[in-house]
């Protein structure tokens, strides 16, 4: 199993900038696809940013391409989210996500393992 423990959030005016982490314990972030998602007050969580280890690709929602960037650094086993040009829209609950073995996923179901969010509040 893997441990997940987000943290970054916080409150930003629209047009900064926050970059949250995504911090795994148990076993290495190789064994695993990973994934950011976000939930608003009254709506479904939604995809934001996915990793898989085959080739190193990254996807975004349209939302939020060219604004936010997935990067992982091994040696520390974390996962952060780049979130730059931040929108009022962009308020929710972020959360990090694990799925077992490599192909990564934009459905929410298909992850075996969550964080427990943090909260990004983005001021008009």
């Known amino acids: 199993q893997v441990q997940l423990v987000e943290s970054g959030g916080g409150l930003v005016q629209a047009g900064g900038s926050l970059r949250l982490s995504c911090a795994a314990s148990g076993r290495t972030y190789r064994n695993y696809a990973l994934g950011w998602f976000r939930q608003a007050p009254e709506k479904e969580r939604e995809f934001v940013a996915c990793?898989?280890?085959?080739?190193?690709?990254?996807y975004y929602a349209d939302s939020v391409k060219g604004r936010f960037t997935i990067s992982i650094d091994n040696a520390k086993n974390t996962m952060y989210l780049q979130m730059d040009s931040l929108k009022s829209d962009d308020t929710a609950v972020y959360y990090c996500?694990?799925?077992?073995?490599?192909?990564?996923?934009?459905?929410?179901?298909?992850?075996?393992?969550w964080g427990q969010g943090t909260q990004v509040t983005v001021s008009s």
């Open positions: 990793f898989s280890w085959i080739g190193g690709t990254t």
């Open positions: 996500a694990a799925r077992e073995g490599s192909s990564a996923s934009d459905v929410p179901e298909r992850y075996d393992y």
